[in-house]
């Protein structure tokens, strides 16, 4: 058990340009959620997956962000078209089947639009 | 729909005094309760959780926090506190038979020597 692991753990970019960033859970973990943390604020959820399935896309996710988790294993979160509100820690976390397990946290992709 | 106000967004304490975060939360259905600490360039981890039962939850490093049902609150104690203890701790819900967790907006627990 290797942890959660995110990548890249940092990225810069331009304004207008397109972002991918992937998680890769522990492996036992069906659920995967994503969330968005600013500074001085607490994670703010985004989406989760049960397995491939994406089962909830909060509304502070627009048009512009994609999540996918095919064959319910690692996950990638995309942003196009990037805004310099996209800045932000993107977090991932898992977790066993059922709301009362713990979340297992990565550490996260700090991403910086200029 | 849920959510979570930790009071202070501030706690600085000094070593070996004891210390409380407070963690209010408002919810229509019955929730699961948890407090996660964030220490500097790490991701959060687990302190403790309420399921059910004792309303006294033990969790790691000396913490431990009590749910109290008629406040509406989860706070978070320790007796003695340790300069290593110093970090972000933020309170977090979830519908018992639900997936989206709400966060507060987390704790500066600062410990000086």
């Known amino acids: 058990d290797t942890g959660v692991s995110q990548n890249p753990r940092h990225k810069i970019t331009k304004r207008g340009q397109n972002v991918t960033f992937r998680c890769d859970p522990i492996?036992?973990?069906?659920?995967l959620y994503w969330y968005r943390q600013t500074l001085g604020q607490g994670p703010e959820f985004l989406t989760y997956?049960?397995?491939?399935?994406?089962?909830?896309k909060s509304r502070l996710l627009s048009d512009r962000f994609s999540a996918e988790r095919p064959k319910g294993s690692f996950s990638t979160l995309e942003i196009q078209r990037t805004e310099q509100g996209d800045s932000a820690m993107y977090l991932c976390a898992s977790s066993l089947g059922q709301a009362r397990e713990t979340q297992y946290f990565g550490p996260g992709t700090r991403l910086l639009v200029l | 729909a849920q959510s979570v106000t930790q009071l202070d967004s501030q706690v600085p304490v000094f070593e070996e005094a004891p210390v409380e975060l407070r963690c209010n939360y408002s919810?229509?259905?019955?929730?699961?309760l948890f407090w996660y600490v964030q220490y500097p360039n790490q991701g959060l981890q687990l302190l403790l959780k309420?399921?059910?039962?004792?309303?006294l939850v033990k969790g790691i490093n000396g913490f431990e926090a009590e749910f109290n049902k008629s406040q509406t609150s989860f706070h978070l104690r320790k007796p003695s506190v340790h300069i290593s203890d110093t970090a972000e701790y933020f309170c977090?819900?979830?519908?018992?038979?639900?997936?989206?967790?709400?966060f507060g907006a987390g704790t500066r627990l600062f410990v000086k020597a």
């Open positions: 977090a819900v979830i519908n018992t038979g639900g997936f989206k967790t709400i």
């Open positions: 997956f049960q397995n491939e399935a994406q089962l909830e």
């Open positions: 309420y399921l059910s039962g004792s309303t």
């Open positions: 919810s229509s259905v019955s929730v699961y």
């Open positions: 492996s036992e973990h069906n659920r």
